[in-house]
Protein backbone atom coordinates (compact mmCIF):
# COMPACT_ATOMS: atom_id res chain seq x y z
CA UNK A 1 0.00 0.00 0.00
CA UNK A 2 1.35 3.34 -0.78
CA UNK A 3 -0.15 6.04 1.59
CA UNK A 4 0.79 9.69 1.03
CA UNK A 5 -1.39 11.94 3.61
CA UNK A 6 -0.20 15.75 3.08
CA UNK A 7 -1.27 17.01 -0.67
CA UNK A 8 -2.20 19.89 -1.53
CA UNK A 9 -4.69 21.23 -4.46
CA UNK A 10 -5.55 24.64 -6.15
CA UNK A 11 -8.40 24.85 -3.67
CA UNK A 12 -5.77 26.34 -1.81
CA UNK A 13 -1.98 26.75 -3.11
CA UNK A 14 -1.55 23.55 -5.35
CA UNK A 15 -1.29 24.01 -8.55
CA UNK A 16 -3.82 21.01 -9.70
CA UNK A 17 -7.23 20.79 -10.08
CA UNK A 18 -9.02 18.08 -7.60
CA UNK A 19 -9.69 16.08 -10.49
CA UNK A 20 -6.36 16.55 -11.68
CA UNK A 21 -4.84 15.61 -7.84
CA UNK A 22 -6.74 12.39 -7.62
CA UNK A 23 -6.50 11.36 -11.28
CA UNK A 24 -2.29 12.02 -10.91
CA UNK A 25 -2.60 9.95 -7.32
CA UNK A 26 -3.87 6.71 -9.16
CA UNK A 27 -1.62 6.82 -12.07
CA UNK A 28 1.37 7.09 -9.61
CA UNK A 29 0.12 4.08 -7.92
CA UNK A 30 -0.96 5.72 -5.06
CA UNK A 31 -3.55 3.98 -2.85
CA UNK A 32 -4.48 6.67 -0.29
CA UNK A 33 -4.05 10.03 -0.61
CA UNK A 34 -4.67 12.60 2.44
CA UNK A 35 -6.14 15.64 1.03
CA UNK A 36 -5.13 18.47 3.37
CA UNK A 37 -5.52 22.14 1.57
CA UNK A 38 -4.55 25.23 3.93
CA UNK A 39 -7.67 26.32 6.35
CA UNK A 40 -9.91 24.97 3.71
CA UNK A 41 -12.40 21.43 3.01
CA UNK A 42 -13.59 22.92 0.03
CA UNK A 43 -11.89 20.15 -2.08
CA UNK A 44 -12.88 16.78 -0.14
CA UNK A 45 -16.56 16.38 -1.65
CA UNK A 46 -15.20 16.34 -4.96
CA UNK A 47 -12.14 14.50 -4.41
CA UNK A 48 -13.84 11.76 -2.75
CA UNK A 49 -16.05 11.43 -5.92
CA UNK A 50 -13.43 11.56 -7.92
CA UNK A 51 -11.55 8.88 -6.05
CA UNK A 52 -14.44 6.50 -6.20
CA UNK A 53 -13.93 6.64 -10.07
CA UNK A 54 -10.41 5.13 -10.00
CA UNK A 55 -10.37 3.34 -7.25
CA UNK A 56 -8.35 5.07 -4.74
CA UNK A 57 -8.85 6.22 -1.34
CA UNK A 58 -8.80 10.12 -0.05
CA UNK A 59 -8.91 11.00 3.30
CA UNK A 60 -10.42 13.94 4.97
CA UNK A 61 -7.51 16.18 5.56
CA UNK A 62 -6.68 19.67 6.61
CA UNK A 63 -3.70 21.96 6.91
CA UNK A 64 -4.33 24.29 9.60
CA UNK A 65 -2.45 27.41 10.03
CA UNK A 66 -1.18 27.86 13.54
CA UNK A 67 1.49 29.75 15.83
CA UNK A 68 3.52 28.82 18.93
CA UNK A 69 4.49 32.65 19.88
CA UNK A 70 5.36 33.84 16.90
CA UNK A 71 6.41 31.28 14.82
CA UNK A 72 4.32 29.76 12.46
CA UNK A 73 3.21 25.88 12.61
CA UNK A 74 1.29 23.92 10.88
CA UNK A 75 -1.30 21.51 11.89
CA UNK A 76 -3.01 18.19 10.01
CA UNK A 77 -6.30 17.48 11.11
CA UNK A 78 -7.87 13.75 9.75
CA UNK A 79 -10.71 12.79 9.62
CA UNK A 80 -12.66 15.32 11.35
CA UNK A 81 -16.38 15.89 10.70
CA UNK A 82 -16.49 18.82 7.79
CA UNK A 83 -19.60 20.16 9.54
CA UNK A 84 -18.46 20.97 13.15
CA UNK A 85 -19.59 24.19 13.43
CA UNK A 86 -16.36 25.60 16.01
CA UNK A 87 -13.79 24.27 13.58
CA UNK A 88 -15.51 25.85 10.57
CA UNK A 89 -15.98 29.01 12.91
CA UNK A 90 -12.37 29.09 13.16
CA UNK A 91 -11.20 28.13 9.87
CA UNK A 92 -13.21 31.43 8.75
CA UNK A 93 -11.63 33.69 10.79
CA UNK A 94 -8.26 32.62 9.36
CA UNK A 95 -9.57 32.67 5.54
CA UNK A 96 -10.50 36.16 6.36
CA UNK A 97 -6.99 37.01 7.88
CA UNK A 98 -5.41 35.53 4.78
CA UNK A 99 -7.56 37.92 2.55
CA UNK A 100 -7.44 40.99 4.75
CA UNK A 101 -3.59 41.01 4.40
CA UNK A 102 -3.68 40.63 0.46
CA UNK A 103 -4.23 44.39 -0.25
CA UNK A 104 -1.34 45.58 2.22
CA UNK A 105 0.83 43.37 0.88
CA UNK A 106 -0.08 44.72 -2.60
CA UNK A 107 0.33 48.40 -0.90
CA UNK A 108 3.90 46.97 -0.25
CA UNK A 109 4.78 45.52 -3.42
CA UNK A 110 3.37 49.01 -5.18
CA UNK A 111 5.71 51.27 -3.07
CA UNK A 112 8.78 48.81 -3.24
CA UNK A 113 8.55 49.73 -6.83
CA UNK A 114 6.22 46.50 -8.12
CA UNK A 115 3.00 47.33 -9.05
CA UNK A 116 0.11 44.68 -8.38
CA UNK A 117 -2.93 44.86 -6.94
CA UNK A 118 -5.69 43.00 -5.14
CA UNK A 119 -7.66 41.90 -8.42
CA UNK A 120 -4.27 40.56 -9.92
CA UNK A 121 -3.87 38.34 -6.68
CA UNK A 122 -7.34 37.24 -6.65
CA UNK A 123 -6.95 36.51 -10.82
CA UNK A 124 -4.58 33.50 -9.67
CA UNK A 125 -6.28 32.32 -6.22
CA UNK A 126 -9.27 31.63 -9.34
CA UNK A 127 -11.59 29.61 -7.32
CA UNK A 128 -9.38 28.93 -4.03
CA UNK A 129 -11.37 29.72 -1.11
CA UNK A 130 -7.85 30.00 0.38
CA UNK A 131 -5.91 32.68 -0.40
CA UNK A 132 -2.48 32.27 -0.03
CA UNK A 133 1.06 34.03 -0.44
CA UNK A 134 1.97 31.73 -3.40
CA UNK A 135 -0.70 33.71 -4.75
CA UNK A 136 0.92 36.59 -4.40
CA UNK A 137 3.92 34.76 -6.00
CA UNK A 138 1.84 33.60 -8.50
CA UNK A 139 0.76 37.48 -9.43
CA UNK A 140 4.42 38.59 -9.28
CA UNK A 141 5.64 35.81 -11.51
CA UNK A 142 2.77 36.96 -14.11
CA UNK A 143 4.29 40.66 -14.01
CA UNK A 144 7.33 39.59 -14.52
CA UNK A 145 8.74 40.55 -11.52
CA UNK A 146 10.54 37.02 -10.55
CA UNK A 147 10.70 34.29 -12.19
CA UNK A 148 8.64 31.95 -9.84
CA UNK A 149 7.21 30.99 -6.77
CA UNK A 150 10.53 30.20 -5.45
CA UNK A 151 12.47 33.64 -5.94
CA UNK A 152 9.36 35.59 -4.80
CA UNK A 153 9.79 33.86 -1.33
CA UNK A 154 13.53 33.81 -0.86
CA UNK A 155 13.58 37.69 -1.82
CA UNK A 156 9.75 39.40 -1.34
CA UNK A 157 7.26 38.24 0.82
CA UNK A 158 9.07 35.28 3.34
CA UNK A 159 8.72 36.55 7.14
CA UNK A 160 11.81 38.61 7.11
CA UNK A 161 11.14 40.32 3.90
CA UNK A 162 10.11 43.90 2.84
CA UNK A 163 6.82 42.85 1.36
CA UNK A 164 5.79 40.57 4.40
CA UNK A 165 2.39 40.82 6.14
CA UNK A 166 1.66 38.48 9.20
CA UNK A 167 -2.10 37.31 9.29
CA UNK A 168 -3.75 35.52 12.26
CA UNK A 169 -3.36 31.89 13.17
CA UNK A 170 -4.76 29.81 15.88
CA UNK A 171 -2.61 28.88 18.44
CA UNK A 172 -1.13 25.49 18.19
CA UNK A 173 -3.06 23.70 21.18
CA UNK A 174 -6.53 25.18 20.69
CA UNK A 175 -6.01 24.02 17.01
CA UNK A 176 -5.48 20.48 18.29
CA UNK A 177 -8.69 20.33 20.81
CA UNK A 178 -10.45 21.86 17.58
CA UNK A 179 -9.76 18.85 15.71
CA UNK A 180 -10.09 16.40 18.26
CA UNK A 181 -13.62 18.22 18.85
CA UNK A 182 -14.58 17.09 15.72
CA UNK A 183 -13.54 13.61 16.24
CA UNK A 184 -10.25 14.16 14.01
CA UNK A 185 -6.19 13.18 14.64
CA UNK A 186 -3.97 15.76 15.01
CA UNK A 187 -0.31 15.35 13.31
CA UNK A 188 2.24 18.54 13.57
CA UNK A 189 3.51 18.83 9.81
CA UNK A 190 6.78 19.05 8.91
CA UNK A 191 7.80 20.30 12.77
CA UNK A 192 11.19 20.59 12.36
CA UNK A 193 11.03 22.80 9.30
CA UNK A 194 11.69 26.42 8.39
CA UNK A 195 13.17 27.55 11.83
CA UNK A 196 10.53 25.93 13.54
CA UNK A 197 12.47 23.21 15.39
CA UNK A 198 13.85 25.94 18.02
CA UNK A 199 10.07 25.72 19.24
CA UNK A 200 9.29 21.86 18.52
CA UNK A 201 11.41 21.09 20.81
CA UNK A 202 11.79 17.21 22.58
CA UNK A 203 10.29 19.68 26.34
CA UNK A 204 7.64 21.17 24.62
CA UNK A 205 6.07 18.48 22.36
CA UNK A 206 6.01 16.36 25.98
CA UNK A 207 4.36 19.32 28.08
CA UNK A 208 2.02 19.68 24.58
CA UNK A 209 1.28 15.85 24.69
CA UNK A 210 0.27 15.64 28.17
CA UNK A 211 -1.73 19.18 27.85
CA UNK A 212 -3.95 17.88 24.15
CA UNK A 213 -3.43 14.31 23.56
CA UNK A 214 -1.44 15.32 20.55
CA UNK A 215 -1.86 12.49 17.77
CA UNK A 216 1.35 12.06 15.41
CA UNK A 217 4.21 14.29 14.07
CA UNK A 218 5.16 14.21 9.87
CA UNK A 219 8.68 12.81 10.38
CA UNK A 220 9.28 12.27 6.24
CA UNK A 221 9.13 15.41 4.82
CA UNK A 222 11.22 17.15 2.30
CA UNK A 223 12.06 20.06 4.79
CA UNK A 224 13.69 17.52 7.07
CA UNK A 225 17.39 15.84 5.94
CA UNK A 226 18.18 12.37 6.96
CA UNK A 227 19.31 13.27 10.52
CA UNK A 228 16.39 15.20 11.66
CA UNK A 229 14.29 12.25 10.23
CA UNK A 230 16.03 9.84 12.68
CA UNK A 231 16.07 12.22 15.35
CA UNK A 232 11.95 13.06 15.19
CA UNK A 233 11.47 9.45 15.03
CA UNK A 234 13.31 8.51 17.98
CA UNK A 235 11.59 11.38 19.60
CA UNK A 236 7.96 9.96 18.12
CA UNK A 237 8.98 6.68 19.63
CA UNK A 238 10.00 7.66 23.25
CA UNK A 239 6.73 10.07 23.51
CA UNK A 240 4.20 7.13 21.72
CA UNK A 241 3.31 9.68 18.70
CA UNK A 242 2.65 8.29 15.51
CA UNK A 243 4.56 9.37 12.34
CA UNK A 244 3.53 9.75 9.44
CA UNK A 245 5.13 10.72 5.99
CA UNK A 246 4.11 12.74 2.76
CA UNK A 247 5.23 14.44 0.30
CA UNK A 248 3.49 17.84 0.59
CA UNK A 249 2.68 18.33 -3.01
CA UNK A 250 1.95 21.63 -4.58
CA UNK A 251 1.83 20.49 -8.34
CA UNK A 252 3.99 23.06 -9.91
CA UNK A 253 3.80 25.39 -6.66
CA UNK A 254 6.69 23.81 -5.21
CA UNK A 255 9.44 21.64 -6.61
CA UNK A 256 11.25 19.05 -4.92
CA UNK A 257 7.73 17.82 -3.39
CA UNK A 258 6.67 15.24 -6.07
CA UNK A 259 3.67 12.84 -5.62
CA UNK A 260 4.51 9.92 -3.17
CA UNK A 261 8.51 11.04 -2.60
CA UNK A 262 7.98 9.80 1.35
CA UNK A 263 5.02 7.87 2.58
CA UNK A 264 3.16 6.65 5.58
CA UNK A 265 3.40 3.01 7.03
CA UNK A 266 0.64 0.69 6.73
CA UNK A 267 0.90 0.69 10.84
CA UNK A 268 1.13 4.55 11.50
CA UNK A 269 -2.08 5.02 8.86
CA UNK A 270 -3.95 1.83 10.71
CA UNK A 271 -3.30 3.49 13.97
CA UNK A 272 -4.28 6.75 12.89
CA UNK A 273 -7.82 5.56 11.57
CA UNK A 274 -8.13 4.02 14.82
CA UNK A 275 -7.67 7.03 16.51
CA UNK A 276 -10.18 8.81 14.23
CA UNK A 277 -12.79 5.77 14.50
CA UNK A 278 -12.25 5.91 18.83
CA UNK A 279 -13.36 9.81 18.37
CA UNK A 280 -16.40 9.35 16.61
CA UNK A 281 -14.70 10.78 13.64
CA UNK A 282 -15.09 10.23 9.65
CA UNK A 283 -12.12 9.72 7.26
P1 LIG B 1 0.63 31.75 3.74
O1 LIG B 1 0.04 30.63 4.56
O2 LIG B 1 -0.32 32.33 2.78
O3 LIG B 1 1.32 32.76 4.57
O4 LIG B 1 1.75 31.09 2.80
C1 LIG B 1 2.56 30.04 3.23
C2 LIG B 1 2.60 28.96 2.16
O5 LIG B 1 3.51 29.33 1.17
C3 LIG B 1 3.08 27.64 2.68
O6 LIG B 1 2.02 26.82 3.01
C4 LIG B 1 3.83 27.02 1.54
O7 LIG B 1 3.01 26.13 0.83
C5 LIG B 1 4.15 28.18 0.62
N1 LIG B 1 5.60 28.43 0.53
C6 LIG B 1 6.44 28.79 1.51
N2 LIG B 1 7.69 28.94 1.02
C7 LIG B 1 7.63 28.66 -0.31
C8 LIG B 1 8.59 28.63 -1.36
N3 LIG B 1 9.88 28.95 -1.16
N4 LIG B 1 8.16 28.29 -2.61
C9 LIG B 1 6.86 27.99 -2.81
N5 LIG B 1 5.92 28.01 -1.85
C10 LIG B 1 6.29 28.33 -0.61
FE1 LIG C 1 1.15 25.52 0.92
FE1 LIG D 1 2.78 23.19 5.63
ZN1 LIG E 1 1.25 21.51 3.24
Known amino acids: MRIDLHLHSAVSDGTDSV ?11 LDVIGLCDHDTFDGIEQAKAAADKVGIEVIC ?8 GDTSIHLL ?28 MCA ?15 AQADQAGSVGRP ?13 NRKEAFDNLISADNLAYVPRYATELAVAIDLVHQAGGAAVI ?7 A ?32 RTQLRELANSLGLITTGASDYHGLGKTDHEMGCNTTSLTDYSKLMERITARGGVS
Request: hydrophobic fraction near 40%.
Open 19 to 29: EQLVRKAHSQG
Open 61 to 68: GIEISCAV
Open 77 to 104: GYGCDRSNQKLNAELAHIRESRLNRIPK
Open 108 to 122: KLTDLGMPITFAEVL
Open 135 to 147: HVADALVAAGYVA
Open 189 to 195: AHPWARG
Open 197 to 228: DQVITAEYLATLLHQTQLDGIEVDHQEHNEIQ
